[in-house]
């Protein structure tokens, strides 16, 4: 049966693509080029939030510039992208993605030039009906407004969607569009962060597209 939301947009980072220890690396080479404190990945997943210029500010414990912010951005991202190969999907993220009933989609914050190339390598395109990434050459804000675009491009209305995610953020940019969200606790958020801030929580893909089915 097709649920009552019938089209289902997917979060990469985090969620399909299990590259929370990627992230905290690259992280920490972008706080080390401005002398600040290496990170475990327990406190990324605490800390963690958009914008990161805020999670950086805090980490640091002080302000940054938008210069030095995009100077630190293109060292996570490079660091990223050499430690990308050895990434994987998550466990039952192919599962979880041919167990839904409805249309699908992926919508991303990485850049979508590399994006594109990274979801065809594993073999995933022919599940998305739109696959979207970041257009900007500085990353770090919310994605609502993506969200947004994203929709507009598929002309599906914000009503009809669940986003299935890994951080507060892309609750947020759901509840702009009026789409609902299940958050991922295997991501780049502390479970406790997200089971307290009142989005249904699921443990594993599985559960989420579970989840997801049953919301109105």
């Keep these: 049966m097709t649920p009552a939301r019938n089209h289902l947009v997917w979060d990469w980072n985090g969620t399909l693509l299990d590259d929370l220890q990627l992230m905290v690396d690259a992280t920490n080479a972008a706080f080390a080029s401005v002398g600040g404190p290496r990170i475990s990945a327990d406190q990324h997943r605490t ?25 630190c951005d293109r ?6 992208r050499d430690g990308l190969t050895v990434c994987g999907l998550a466990a039952d993220a192919t599962t ?5 009933q409805g249309t699908q989609s992926l919508l ?6 590399e994006l594109v190339p990274t979801v065809q390598t594993f073999g995933l395109s022919g599940h998305f009906r739109r696959v979207d990434g970041l257009r900007e050459t500085i990353g770090g804000g919310p994605k609502a407004g993506h969200l947004a675009r994203h929709l507009t491009e598929l002309a599906v209305p914000g009503g009809s969607v669940v986003l299935i995610g890994d951080s507060i953020d892309d609750a947020l940019a759901a509840d702009a569009v009026g789409a609902r969200c299940v958050l991922y606790a295997g991501g780049v958020t502390h479970p406790d962060r997200l089971r307290d801030s009142g989005w249904p929580v699921a443990d594993s893909l599985t559960e989420a597209v579970q989840l997801a089915s049953t919301l109105d």
């Design 75 to 80: 060292i996570f991202h490079d660091a990223y």
């Design 108 to 113: 991303s914050m990485w850049f979508h030039d």
């Design 96 to 100: 979880a993605m041919r167990s839904w």
């Design 47 to 71: 800390l963690f939030r958009r914008p990161i210029i805020d999670y950086y500010t805090e980490v640091l414990g002080r302000s940054i510039d938008d210069e030095a912010f995009a100077r």
